[in-house]
């Protein structure tokens, strides 16, 4: 059974940092690429930054420079450390894996940045 366990949200002011972890669980993590979505109200989830099994990286323009993604495959755990952050940055954060031709999801992680 896969599970992604999220934590590391909360609320933090503009200019702030805060670092998102995500766990898993039930694949082979260090053979997976993996990704960080994230949900504003009212809007579609988007792709915030992935990692490759190589960790090769990609991000959103939007975040290039305040966002990065790391993985320790020893601890089977991705991380978002974020930096900078900014009020338009505040949604619900879920990560992401494909598993054997499943996508999975894991169930969020809330941050807001106030101004």
Do not use: H
């Not at 338009?88 to 999975?104: F, G, H, I, L, Q």
Request: charged residues 15%; glycine residues 12%.
């Amino acid at each position: 059974q896969v599970q992604l366990l999220e934590s590391g949200g909360g609320l933090v002011q503009g200019g702030g940092s805060l670092r998102l972890s995500c766990t898993a669980s039930g694949i082979l993590f260090s053979s997976n690429a993996m990704g960080w979505y994230r949900q504003a109200p009212g809007k579609q989830r988007e792709l915030v930054a992935a990692i490759t099994s190589g960790g090769s990286t990609n991000y959103a323009d939007s975040v290039k420079g305040r966002f990065t993604i790391s993985r320790d495959n020893a601890k089977n755990t991705m991380y978002l450390q974020m930096n900078s952050l900014k009020p338009e940055d505040t949604a619900v954060y879920y990560c992401n894996v494909p598993w054997r031709s499943t996508t999975y999801w894991g169930q969020g992680t809330q941050v807001t940045v106030s101004s």
